[in-house]
């Protein structure tokens, strides 16, 4: 019996007919597979339209999912209270013969195909299996990626819907042309609060093979939502083969003199100002967590993955975040997880405004003071507490590039980490080479007290993806060096630091200082204004900044600020080559030999900048060469 007949014995015929509409031989085999092993109560094949969208939504609350809060289109969903975040430990990488990779968590491929397919046997009994068809990037493009999503639970379905561009009808369109992602997701049994509950049997596994991600007994979207940091792992791995970019990058528009305007995509580990970089009032956001990269006429053009933003919402208030406070407290549709709700009312850690002393949030019935079984007080809302919500409306979004199936061109990279004593504010990188290998490949960020336990230990993290890479570490670099081969034309690369302290602790830099940098980056693309060379690329000149602060900051900016702030700190900046290197050198299997050059190239300016003007140089000193 062929695929399609074997579906048309297991649907209803409403739902065989859109599935059958679908001419793809190679997709009717993997829904009848599945479908047949994880045996539903029901299943709903949802299509592009409205009406299917907005069943998907009924059934998240029909089924308990999710709960209506007082302002109409919002809801809350709550995860297990020990479900809260993506769980590395148990979410592997399959690969044949298990091969082990330095930094990535590998599994034998049919040992973890045997255990995946044994959990998820009958998983969906007395349950109902929503099929959904999405896409990656931007519909009928250079970016386009299709994907078939198959999950028992409504939340999921919904977040995607918020997320990510309907797919239904290009998979309609691609017809057999379509090489397609898949991602199978069973909550698995569900508590009285609708959460999952065999959280030791919680497994999240990638087939780098077959293009599929199989996720069991866990709803928190990080571990669920297959197009978000699931697939990613497989967009990398697609863009290494391919020879593009797919990075952990936002994506932006910073508008520049005379209408001008150019788009940055920017890569920083968590905790070092992404986002608050990407929602500068005054600037337009197209995305702020994914994007593609490809060279198309050799000229990098960038799209966002998403049309949606899963966003952390512990610490926006209407100070720091006007743009997000306002998309919150609006009756858009938004999907609230882990936070705490009181008279349908949602509340968050450090909002800005008073908190209820009790209510309903991850861990059930709340009261302030109360503990969980090991004894840990439990806040309000979760730390990693999330907000759902559509692009659109966001006041600063860029739609047209969001839609743009030729993407923008992107005219800068950004790398950021949280560094307290090496990096200057913002400097730019000699060429693409210099800039891949000092900024992108040598990032590293320090670890704070809200993520682990000891403060200030420097954590590798090259381009902010280390967390979600699916090949070997030296083909991904290797694979960054030779996309700017491909270009007439590359992005110019900038390294930026918010976090630079004096040496009594005292920062150096104000939250809003960002804007300046990336003014000042935005001339820098197009020539506007001359830089200082300096043995780590180039610096901005005191003259340009205190300009670029008057206009955009209304600030006066002294020299004295300048000098501190981008003063050249040769003993930090070696140490941190010699930590690099060494990490490479003896972690990394088969890193391009570029990279150890251009480590020794920065070394040696570095030396002979000391021997003639000592450890801590001036930026004046340079700028009088």
Request: aromatic residues 12%; negative net charge.
């Amino acid at each position: 019996m062929d695929a399609l007949e074997k579906l048309r014995e297991l649907l209803p015929e409403e739902q065989f007919e859109k599935v059958k509409a679908i001419d793809n031989p190679e997709l009717h085999a993997f829904l009848a597979e599945w479908i047949e092993w994880l045996e539903p109560g029901k299943v709903f094949v949802c299509t592009d339209s409205e009406e299917d969208e907005q069943y998907v939504r009924w059934k998240a609350l029909y089924y308990g999912e999710e709960k209506m809060l007082e302002t109409p289109n919002h809801t809350v969903h709550y995860d297990n209270y020990y479900d809260q975040a993506r769980d590395k430990a148990n979410t592997k990488l399959l690969v044949p013969g298990g091969k082990e990779i330095p930094f990535l968590n590998t599994k034998d491929r049919d040992e973890g195909l045997k255990e995946i397919k044994e959990l998820m046997k009958g998983v969906m009994k007395g349950k109902e299996l929503f099929i959904c068809f999405f896409v990656l990037g931007p519909k009928n493009s250079i970016f386009t990626i299709p994907a078939v999503q198959l999950t028992d639970s409504a939340y999921v379905a919904h977040s995607e819907f918020i997320l990510y561009r309907k797919g239904y009808e290009e998979f309609k369109r691609l017809g057999r042309n379509a090489k397609f992602f898949r991602f199978v997701h069973s909550a698995g049994e569900l508590d009285e609060r609708k959460t999952s509950k065999n959280l030791d049997k919680r497994r999240i596994y990638i087939d780098l093979v077959d293009d599929t991600v199989y996720s069991v007994n866990t709803q928190y979207g990080g571990n669920t939502i297959g197009l978000k940091k699931l697939a990613f792992r497989l967009t990398i791995q697609k863009a290494v083969k391919e020879g593009w970019l797919s990075e952990h990058m936002f994506l932006m528009r910073v508008n520049g003199p005379n209408g001008r305007k150019t788009y940055f995509t920017g890569a920083y580990p968590s905790m070092c100002g992404k986002t608050s970089t990407a929602m500068i009032p005054w600037e337009n956001i197209v995305g702020d967590d994914l994007t593609f990269i490809l060279p198309v006429n050799g000229v990098a053009r960038g799209a966002n993955v998403e049309k949606g933003v899963f966003g952390i919402i512990q610490g926006v208030n209407p100070e720091d975040d006007p743009i997000i406070w306002k998309v919150l407290h609006s009756p858009v549709e938004i999907i609230f997880s882990n936070v705490l709700v009181k008279d349908g009312k949602p509340y968050w850690n450090e909002m800005g405004i008073e908190i209820p002393d009790e209510g309903e949030n991850h861990s059930g019935k709340w009261w302030r003071g109360k503990k969980d079984k090991e004894g840990n007080e439990i806040p309000p809302s979760h730390k990693n507490a999330r907000f759902t919500v559509s692009l659109e409306h966001f006041p600063n979004v860029d739609l047209e590039a969001l839609e743009n199936p030729c993407g923008v061109e992107v005219g800068g990279m950004i790398f950021g980490g949280r560094d307290k004593d090496t990096w200057p504010p913002v400097r730019e990188a000699f060429d693409w080479k210099h800039g891949v290998i000092t900024m992108g490949a040598s990032l590293e960020s320090e670890t704070t007290a809200a993520t682990l336990g000891k403060e200030g230990v420097r954590a590798f993290n090259p381009m902010a993806i280390l967390d979600f890479m699916s090949v070997p570490l030296g083909e991904y670099i290797e694979n960054y060096l030779r996309f700017g081969e491909k270009l007439r034309k590359t992005p110019k690369i900038f390294a930026v630091n918010y976090f630079l302290r004096d040496e009594n602790g005292k920062w150096l830099n104000h939250k809003l200082d960002k804007a300046v940098w990336l003014k000042w980056m935005e001339l820098r693309v197009h020539g506007d204004v001359d830089a200082i060379e300096t043995p780590i690329g180039y610096i901005p000149k005191y003259e340009d900044l205190a300009r670029l602060f008057k206009e955009v900051l209304n600030k006066e900016y002294s020299r004295e600020d300048y000098e501190k702030q981008f003063t050249i700190r040769v003993p930090e900046l070696l140490a941190k080559i010699e930590r690099i290197e060494k990490i490479y050198r003896e972690k990394v299997k088969e890193v391009p030999e570029e990279l150890f050059q251009v480590l020794e190239e920065e070394r040696r300016r570095l030396l002979e900048a000391r021997e003639k003007y000592g450890d801590y140089i001036s930026p004046f000193a340079f700028e009088s060469d």
